[in-house]
């Protein structure tokens, strides 16, 4: 198990990543005037952040490594949360709450994602170096906040309509009933960061192959409801 997840979880990861990407680059024609095409751009975005994220990887099989040893680039947190754990927030919370009805669910959303944006700036002025080597787990928890509290709100205003009989048609539903179940097996993982380490191989298994299956069913899932929804106009 070890030997598979060290040569193939990366990998892996980053193939059901593009294949969620370009399913939506094929189909971006069906999607291209309905704000679905924001999600398919961020779909490659994700490609695109893999890519740059696996920097450490890249240096150590070039030898390079010691350029970055020692200083505050040495781990890649930095850069996944901004690029994926900020980003997926803040764009997850908006592209939802851009079909709710409800003025005041808009609003709660909307300072939601303000407040966020304040709590990582304050994070980086404050514990600047703590930034750069760990993800602090109250920004999970926020982050795990605004995303169940964008799907629920969806999930709620679904319930509520006529649109409840067609859910399977909406990749709206899709989105929010992926990214909901996503987050939640995947959040608890950073609270036993501190056992990431390779002194204690168990828990680095346990993570890798949660992590795995999390990502292979998201990806995967958005590559499907790409296919199988329906285009929704404003």
């Known amino acids: 198990m070890k030997e598979f997840l060290e040569n193939y979880y990366s990998i892996l990861t980053k193939s059901f990543e593009l294949i969620a990407a370009l399913t939506g680059v094929l189909l971006y024609s069906k999607y291209k005037n309905t704000p679905v095409k924001y999600f398919i751009w961020f779909l490659v975005w994700i490609v695109f952040l893999e890519i740059v994220g696996s920097y450490p990887r890249y240096l150590k099989d070039l030898e390079l490594f010691y350029l970055i040893e020692g200083t505050i680039l040495e781990k890649n ?25 409800s003025i005041f669910f808009k609003r709660i959303i909307f300072y939601a994602r303000y407040l966020y944006i304040l709590v990582i700036i304050l994070t980086i002025i404050f514990r600047f170096d703590s930034f750069f080597i760990k993800r602090e787990t109250y920004i999970n928890i926020l982050s795990l906040s605004i995303i169940l509290l964008s799907s629920i709100f969806y999930l709620y205003e679904l319930l509520n309509s006529e649109k409840l009989f067609d859910f399977y048609s909406s990749i709206y539903f899709y989105v929010s009933a992926i990214i909901f179940i996503w987050w939640l097996v995947t959040t608890p993982l950073g ?20 992590k795995l299956a999390a990502n292979i069913f998201m990806y995967l899932g958005f590559a499907i409801a790409l296919v199988v929804s329906k285009p929704e106009y404003e």
Request: net charge positive; charged share 20%.
């Open 191 to 210: 609270f036993f960061e501190v056992y990431n380490t390779k002194q204690d191989w168990d828990y680095v298994a346990i993570k890798w192959t949660i």
């Open 77 to 101: 947190y930095w850069w996944f949360t901004i690029s994926w754990t900020s980003a997926a927030t803040l764009f997850y919370s908006w592209f939802l709450s851009k079909r709710y009805k």
